[in-house]
């Protein structure tokens, strides 16, 4: 934690001071000893506990003083800081189950303070869970767990190293005859699926160590061990390549070792847990299970006794808990930990007003530097009743702080895998990595400080979120082959996209009505999670159940579906409308109905989305739905048609408030989402501003929350915590609390920096004529020259590294330019980055599109394999789609014969895993655009994944795709090994165009080499979307 100057403390104490007092001022620390004491309950709740933490915490570095933490038991002399419900309060009538929730209290009387709320009595969170039932039996020191086949322990979020380490336990295995291998410990890492095994060999009494590391897999396995305990110790070094197995001491064996991808996976003790079962069970006794993350010795790890904590000690579970979990005691798991932030932690809100509002606490970020503490060495607080709850109750989402390698961070814009991001982030937890030099342990700390800021900022609330739903619906009613298949349902999916998994559902069909209608009954009876019915999001109670289609406007085309479209909005040229409002808002009024028959007190939540984000005109929505409004635009101030128009539907479901509980999706993940997707550098969008004029709106309209999609960056994230708690409070004092704080001195330049890129960003004048002048069009997301070349220009880049020069000698201490560091190496340089990649591409885009020849063949008869591939044209000099080169090696080849047309497409190398899905584009795929004009507006489009499902779509305008009914035929192979991935498309000529083509003709084409991480083009799009008609590329058909 850092320091700002004592004047600024001064004045925040004058503040306080100016309030009408309800007793004489309380003195808590007087010449840097404690004159007060923090007050428990004997047996605190989580909340409770931890709020005492956080008070000592902060009010050790303000006064030098550590003020004792006691129970109320002991006798207190002094002031009494009474943290939470207990003998004390009751004593004065306060007691937790009085406040509503969410709401806290912050009251002085003599020689009293109380700090305490609406708080929940959960149990300490724990990273240890239990699958099925444990037995407890003696082990090799103490207890030990029996594994009997169906029981399984797991490890939450393992700070696991994969350069190196060791895994160890005690087993004894009792007989059994299952085929497949038992496991005793187990850890999968993604990106890609690897993982480390030390496990039962089947029908056996021998053990193996396994580690994969994505395409290869290396093992060492032990001879038959006798009856009784055996001592497992494996050891893995990625540096010296190598991975070794000691069974009681001895060496087994080694092999190769390539680092995995298991740090924060969850570790499997005993079997794979599964929802109704556990895979891969160890038949045996499990004792004294430990993780470090260093390579030590048999020796150093002392296993002739029982293990012990040490200081690379990742797991440590001892086994010798009669009840209960078992107790990860390794000490990487924080002693005091942060309630769930779903659970009412009034308490904790209490402490942390009380710190913001008398000791000029302030929290503007996580980093070494973002903590701003006063210094006295005497404290004395005074004030008046604060009795309150946050004012909005839902405060939710997509975080832009990394916690580690599984969480995305927009806190700065470089992407989490760059040099860039790696500097940064050093620079931003210089302490921390000091503090915890273990790569693993600094992860722990890490998270727990992130976790600790999120609950400061009071992350959390009232739990009530909805997302998309039905995707499962595929799993369990049309794809045969799934695990989770229960039967083919027809009936559930849209009409009229035959030939292909149909996108949507059937929103008139009642059978799909009473199928949704027992999902919501089984999930609030407790009987199926939200995971178990298929929802990849996996909503859990109190949430209200979710019912939302898929995320894409292709809805069913049957004649009683049709009824419904609402006409006026079927051409809209906006994102979000009502064309399916009626159509969609009818099918949630059937399934609460239905609903309702048999329980009457449960309700549903949806959203007001894209095609269904206008108010149903036809129908009356049922009371018991909630409503989720998803204002698209509310980070695209300058797209004023959009954003007025989503500014009206805001107002118009903000009448409902006071039928309904409402509720907002933002999308603070713009503009930095589409420019991640588009391969440039996205132009920061600053808009504090206008931050503090939409939230007094949702604050007018009723609106109980929010979820974030996206978040960030530091500055709006600061601005949109503080007003998701107090909307009222000024956008202008927050913005000089925060760059005043931050910055000290240099504080002037920085905010004028901010200032004024804010209004570049959110001033339509800043943009092209057609943005400018405010013409009727279709969302205006940030592309890279609205970005660079209208954004930020050179003049303006300039002016800016000017005031950064400006506010660098401003700067007086090292904390300060610390703080101007940061800003340079998460924000500064990749502006100016983002300029000159601008200036680079655009040179690229001012070359003409690529043209190639497609020479006839001989006569193939639409087989692929009679194509004389030696002569087919090449389609070359692939690249990213904003035009930066590959190394990878792509192949495509195109030819006629007259009759068909032909395509072979492949990708030679490492490969990895290329992922199929059912809806293709989401995943690896390869995508051929076809026109008989260049720019449009009709063409085709035809696609297959790995797996070589394909689908092929017709367009008579840009985007609004149709199946296109063509006799094609695509053919998609994956070696073996995984090093190439060939597809073939065939088309007839005939079909190609509207007016087909011939020898002589000249097609408009465009192909993709599509996935989320590196998508690769044979005409680059300069653009996320591969739809850029103007970019389809010339084939001549000799």
Known sequence: MNQFSRAAFTATLAIAATVPVSSA??????????????????????????????????????????VPIVDDAAPVGGVRILVGESKATRKINLRSDSFRPQEYLIQFSPNTLVLMGKDGTGEAPTNVSVHGTLKRVPGKYGGAFEFGGSSAISVAQCPFSDDSGCMEAWVQMLPTTQDAPGTILRLDGNNPWTYQIIQRVPKSNRVSYVTYDGKQGYTVTSGELSDGWHHLFATYQASEGQAELFVDGVKVGATKYVATTCEGANLRIGGIPRDDQTSNPFVGLIDGVRISGTVKSVAESGFNKSPETTVDSIVLLQCDEREGLPADTSGSVPRVVPPDIWEDQGTCYAVYDFLERFCGVRWLNPTDYGTIIPETKTLTVAGKTVRRSPAFALRYGSMCYRIDDHDVSIQTYWPKDSAEFKAYDAAAYAQLNEQHPQPSQYMVAKRDRIQRFLRRMRVGGERNLCNHSFYGYYDRFWREGSKQFEQKRLEFFAKGYEGAEPPQLCYT???????????????????????????????????????????????????????????????????????????????????????????PDKGIITLAYHTHTAPPTRVKLAPSVAVQYCFACNRLVYDRPSYERELEYLKEWGKESKKRRMYLWLYYTFPYEVSVGGRFHCFPGYFAHAIGEQFKLFHKYGYRGFFHCGYGQEVEAYITYKLMVDPTLDVDQLLDEYFGNLYGAAATPMKQIYLEIEKTYCDPQSYPPNIASGRLETHHHQTEDLAWGWLG???????????????????????????????????WSYMVEGQQKYVIRK??????????????????????????????????????????????????????DGEFLYLRLSEKGDLASPGSSPLIYDADDWEVFIAGQNGGPAYRQISTNPEGKWQALKYESLRNGKPWKVDAKVISKVTDERDEWTAWFVLPLSHVTDSGATSGSTLYVNVFRGNRADPLAWSPTFEASFHVLERLGEVRLE
């Open 843 to 896: 040179a690229l885009k001012a070359e003409p599109v690529p043209k190639a020849q497609a020479p006839r063949v001989d006569p193939a008869g639409g087989d692929h394999n009679k194509v004389d591939w030696g002569r087919a044209g090449v389609l070359g000099r692939w690249r990213g789609i904003a035009g930066d080169a590959t190394q990878r090696h792509i192949d495509a080849r195109i030819a006629h």
């Open 509 to 599: 069909s009642k059978a799909l009505v009473q199928q949704v209608a027992q999902d919501a009954r089984d999930y609030y009876d407790r009987k199926k999670t939200g995971a178990q019915l298929g929802i990849f999001w996996d909503p859990r109670l109190p949430n209200l159940f979710p019912v939302e289609p898929m995320d894409n406007a292709q809805f069913c085309k049957c004649d009683e579906c049709a009824k419904w479209i609402n006409k006026n909005d079927e051409e809209s040229i906006f994102f979000s409308n009502g064309r399916d409002s009626d159509y969609f808002f009818n099918f949630i009024n059937e399934v609460a109905k239905e609903l309702k028959k048999t329980h």
């Open 25 to 66: 001022p309380l003195t808590l620390v007087k010449d840097g000893r404690p004159a007060a004491s923090i007050v428990i309950a004997e047996r605190p709740t989580v909340v409770a506990r931890f709020a005492a933490d956080e008070l000592q915490t902060h009010l050790r570095p303000i006064t030098g003083a550590g």
């Open 793 to 827: 220009t050179p003049e303006r880049m300039e002016r800016w590294g000017g005031l950064l020069e400006q506010a660098k000698a401003s700067a007086r201490t090292d904390r300060e330019r610390k703080c101007i560091e940061l800003f340079e190496k998460g924000t």
